[in-house]
């Protein structure tokens, strides 16, 4: 047994608060809320969302947004560490799901690492909320035998590839298998997975980007893989946003688009 760990008093939580509106938060998610007296929040969490925390908790900001000046990985680390050694009962609290894209699992072997075990309540995460939204599901027997959620957001910092993702072959994978692509972070790398997907997926092959997914101001674009980045700098879309690619979306209600979209044929 660790001995360190007999002295730990403290408890931690790593809470997925959905993809932003509070109404989709699990019951789980809200009890721990409730009862954290340090909040580590990530960007993406509402106010809405930081109205369940107990009064008199400390509510810690550690926003982590592509294109923005964010928390080094590592201090966010420390700072729940600490605060569970100083016996408080912390929750981190991540847009979506902890372990989608969330970090989550790096944070979970740092804290084991520690001597500390981890808790984890899962969020709904942004790509299925996404699909949800315009009312047309991930997976159907007619359209699409599963699905790949792949990050579009390349790992930076010292022995990083520039792109670790090799699109070309997920292209091909997804039209052979028949899968749906949900790539994340993706947008402004728009013109280069563009690029490389119609090496694998036919140009007509139906695409959605979704911005802010389940909140009220969400928007979004219906288009096909070879109109991709023309028509994201034409909208004026930028992060948050999930890009959807894959025949499912080929059931999408011509009712649902917006003025001016593209529509899919069938």
């Not at 730990?8 to 409730?34: F, M, N, S, W």
């Amino acid at each position: 047994m660790n001995n360190a760990s007999t002295l730990i008093t403290g408890r931690c939580t790593l809470v997925g608060a959905g993809p932003g509106d509070p109404e989709l938060l699990t019951i789980k998610a809200v009890k721990a809320i409730q009862a954290a007296t340090v909040l580590l929040v990530d960007d993406l969490v509402s106010d809405e969302i930081l109205a369940y925390a107990r009064p008199g908790a400390r509510i810690v900001h550690v926003g982590k947004r592509g294109g923005c000046k964010s928390t080094p990985q590592a201090f966010i680390e420390r700072l729940m560490i600490t605060a569970v050694r100083e016996g408080e009962t912390v929750v981190r609290l991540k847009g979506g799901d902890p372990f989608i894209f969330g970090r989550g699992g790096e944070e979970v072997e740092h804290l084991r690492e520690a001597g500390i075990e981890c808790a984890v309540v899962n969020g709904i995460t942004a790509g299925l909320a996404a699909v949800t939204s315009l009312g047309v599901p991930l997976t159907h027997r007619d359209h699409a035998q599963g699905v790949v959620f792949v990050t579009g957001h390349a790992k930076t910092g010292a022995g990083a590839q520039d792109d670790p993702t090799d699109w070309r072959a997920l292209a091909a994978m997804a039209h052979n298998a028949r899968l749906t692509l949900v790539i994340y972070m993706g947008v402004s790398g728009a013109a280069r997975i563009e690029r490389e997907l119609l090496q694998g997926l036919p140009g007509d092959t139906p695409v959605a980007v979704v911005q802010h997914a389940s909140l009220p101001h969400q928007r979004h674009i219906a288009t096909t893989l070879d109109g991709l980045q023309a028509r994201i700098a034409e909208a004026g879309l930028a992060s948050p946003a999930v890009i959807v690619v894959g025949d499912v979306l080929r059931g999408l209600a011509a009712a649902a688009l917006p003025a001016g979209a593209d529509r899919f044929g069938t």
